[in-house]
C-alpha cells in the first residue's frame, strides 16, 4: 500500500510540483491519435489465401444441413491447393 502523502501550497506552487495534469493528458491523446493514423496508413499486402477468400467466384457454400449457406472452408482449401500446383 502506497502511503498519501499531503501537499501544501498555493495553486501554481503545487502545479510546479506535480506538473500541469491538462497539458500532460493532452499530450498523450494527440500522441494516440497520431499512432492511431500512422497505423491506419500502413496496410500489408494480403496472403495468397486472403485474397483467393476475397474472391466470391471462389465460394463453395454448404447445399444443405445446418450449415446450409456456409463457406465451405475445408473444400475451398483443397480447391485452392489444387489451383497453386
Do not use: C
Not at 10 to 24: A, C, F, N, Q, S
Amino acid at each position: 500500500m502506497i502511503p498519501l502523502v499531503r501537499i501544501e501550497g498555493t495553486l501554481d506552487e503545487i502545479r510546479e510540483l506535480v506538473g500541469d495534469v491538462k497539458r500532460t493528458t493532452r499530450r498523450v491523446k494527440s500522441a494516440a491519435k497520431e499512432v492511431t493514423k500512422t497505423a491506419a496508413k500502413t496496410q500489408r499486402k494480403l496472403s495468397a489465401w486472403q485474397r483467393y477468400i476475397k474472391n466470391k467466384a471462389n465460394h463453395i457454400k454448404f447445399k444443405r444441413g445446418d450449415r446450409k449457406g456456409r463457406l465451405d472452408l475445408k473444400a475451398m482449401s483443397k480447391a485452392f491447393k489444387r489451383s497453386r500446383k
